[in-house]
């Protein structure tokens, strides 16, 4: 048997906490069964963007008439936006492990992993052991349960960002922020795109006002079925026949050469036999942490989608700093402050969002004001034509800024000031008076702020 200082399950973020525990000079291990980098690097959001570009670059070119630039069409040479992304992709990955065979520490086992005893795990035909293991084990897309649906042949993002030959038709089953984003691609690509969502709105976690925007604009662009829940998944001659119902019991039948399931993600926890080693997991399987990010067995930390407070990468990240600090120094342990994390939808249009919705505000009996300000309203909003974008705020009767969420051009960028406003504990009138640039677009954040303020 072999024994480390530290075992670090999961080759994402937790790598950035094996490194550091290395220089530190304890003994590290890392498991890590597929592809270096893990989700986000090989099969979620480096990709995912990656892909997303060409398809954000498609709507400029069908937009462009409005700014009286005629263009005649355009092709699509689809595998070769594809393997352009995989090509990166997979150069980094590839980049890590080399990185790693060249070095005794950390030291890299993979293979997949199964704990057998307290704080003891086998990987492989090896038993390796260690007083403090990480566990970031990351998530898989979820599979629901649908006559017929094992076994066709259909789609999960995994396979959505490296195929190579563009569906015609494509009917996706799920509205979150992975649909989303993946009927952009391959909608303004040119493929035909029909979205089943079981619930009144599609991306409904975000602010009803966002969801309830960006769904009147996809329905303007694809086949957006609302309410309606799949039964049936059926595969004849290469297509794919695929049945949903609503409440009312109307049917639709829909026809398409692929299917895509983006129904959410499940934790990988069930792979590990946690049990072995006396860590616990909530029902839907995230493992349960304390605000160290430690689990029920002392010394044993998680982070991450295996944790499921956040599933961002940027908050993987954030949370190994702290454990690694909780790692190395268990006398100084510091709890992980969430303040003002944030998050976006890269689709067309773009989403982002900060701390609380007004639903939420309103379900846990909050008072606040709210302001919306409209991005055709700036004179950069109107350079760009965008009609429909829009800046709403939340705050407390005191000033305190309780969320922001923005759906638009450059959403994901814009959003920033108010993080930083939010992280320093700075109101409102932060934003409202600092002099923003003439005529930038970050001008409609200030003019609602300036509307509470």
């Known amino acids: 048997m072999q024994e480390f200082d530290l075992i670090v399950i999961g080759s994402g973020s937790g790598l950035d906490v094996a490194n550091a525990a290395a220089q530190h000079g304890m003994k590290v291990a890392v498991i890590e069964k597929g592809r270096m980098g893990g989700t986000c690097l090989n099969r979620g959001c480096i990709p ?155 991306i409904p976690h975000e602010d009803q006002e966002v969801a309830e925007k960006f769904t009147e604009l996809f329905s303007k662009k694809y086949n957006v079925y609302l309410g309606y829940d799949t039964e049936r998944v059926s595969k004849q001659n290469g297509m794919f026949h695929t ?44 493992i349960t942490v304390d605000k160290y990010l430690e689990t029920s067995v002392k010394g044993i930390f998680a982070l991450g989608d295996a944790v499921g407070r956040y599933l961002f990468k940027h908050s993987a990240n954030h949370e190994a700093q702290y454990a690694f600090n909780n790692i190395t120094h268990p006398d100084k342990k510091v709890a992980v402050d969430y303040t003002a994390m944030p998050h976006a939808i890269f689709s067309w249009p773009q989403v982002a969002g900060v701390g609380y919705t007004e639903q939420e505000l309103k379900k846990d009996k909050i008072d606040y004001d709210r302001a919306v300000y409209q991005y055709i309203n700036t004179a950069m909003g109107q350079a760009i034509e965008d009609r429909d974008g829009f800046v709403k705020f939340l705050v407390s009767k005191k000033g305190e800024i309780l969320g922001c969420h923005i759906i638009g051009s450059d959403a994901s960028i814009l959003i920033h000031e108010v993080l930083v406003a939010m992280r320093l504990g700075a109101g409102i009138d932060s934003i409202a008076r600092t002099v923003h640039i003439h005529p930038a677009l970050s001008e409609v954040v200030s003019r609602a702020a300036s509307n509470i303020a």
């Not at 954000?56 to 393997?83: Q, R, W």
């Not at 949903?244 to 990988?268: F, M, W």
């Open 48 to 202: 995912s963007k990656l892909l997303i570009h060409s398809a954000d670059v498609a709507e400029v070119i069908k937009s462009a008439g409005l700014f009286g630039i005629k263009v005649d069409g355009f092709t699509v040479d689809f595998e070769s936006i594809v393997s352009r992304s995989s090509r990166i992709v997979d150069s980094d990955s590839d980049g890590i492990k080399s990185a790693f065979s060249q070095i005794d520490n950390p030291k890299l086992f993979s293979e997949q992993c199964r704990f057998v005893g307290e704080k003891t795990i086998v990987v492989g035909n090896e038993t390796i052991k260690a007083d403090k293991v990480l566990i970031a084990s990351g998530t898989r897309p979820a599979i629901p349960k649908i006559e017929g649906l094992e076994g066709s042949g259909f789609l999960t993002s995994d396979e959505a960002l490296r195929m190579t030959k563009q569906p015609r038709v494509l009917t996706i089953i799920g509205g979150g922020f992975i649909a989303a984003e993946l009927a952009h691609f391959y909608g303004a690509l040119g493929t035909k795109i029909n979205i089943i969502q079981h619930r009144s709105l599609l």
């Open 243 to 286: 049945r949903a119902r609503n409440s009312s019991g109307k049917t639709i039948d829909l026809e398409s050469d692929q299917l895509l399931v983006a129904t959410g993600r499940v934790p990988n926890s069930d792979t590990l036999d946690l049990g072995k080693t006396g860590v616990k997991a909530d029902e839907k399987g995230f």
